[in-house]
Nanobody, 124 residues
Framework: QVHLVESGGGLVQPGGSLRLSCAAS????????MAWFRQAPGNKREFVAA???????YHVDSVKGRFTVSRDKDKNILYLQMNSLKPEDTAVYYC??????????????????WGQGTQVTVSS
């Protein structure tokens, strides 16, 4: 069993920054790939960024150059540094974990564990 807890969301003005954290616990958590997804009202949960169990990193095109995902395996924390935030980044951000190999990390259905989510609102 894996337990994920997100933190760091809030209200920020356009152009501002936030850093999200996802604290992970559970057996063999370091063998899991972890990712950030987001979901705006009325929309599907969409992929934002991921760090695989082998430390490969991926970002969706819409956040490249603005968001940076990282992982501290010693502390079992996944981070998402978000800069130059835009109103369209407003969503609930979720942390996910999967121990599946050879699957598309951009698909939420491939993740077995989720946190409760943290709200990010970008507005003036």
């Amino acid at each position: 069993q894996v337990h994920l807890v997100e933190s760091g969301g809030g209200l920020v003005q356009p152009g501002g920054s936030l850093r999200l954290s996802c604290a992970a616990s559970g057996q063999n958590i370091q063998s899991y790939s972890m990712a950030w997804f987001r979901q705006a009202p009325g929309n599907k949960r969409e992929f934002v960024a991921a760090v695989t169990w082998a430390d490969s990193i991926y970002h969706v095109d819409s956040v490249k150059g603005r968001f940076t995902v990282s992982r501290d395996k010693d502390k079992n924390i996944l981070y998402l540094q978000m800069n130059s935030l835009k109103p369209e980044d407003t969503a609930v951000y979720y942390c996910g974990a999967t121990d599946l190999r050879g699957v598309t990390l951009g698909s939420a259905e491939n993740f077995q564990y989720w946190g409760q989510g943290t709200q990010v609102t970008v507005s003036s």
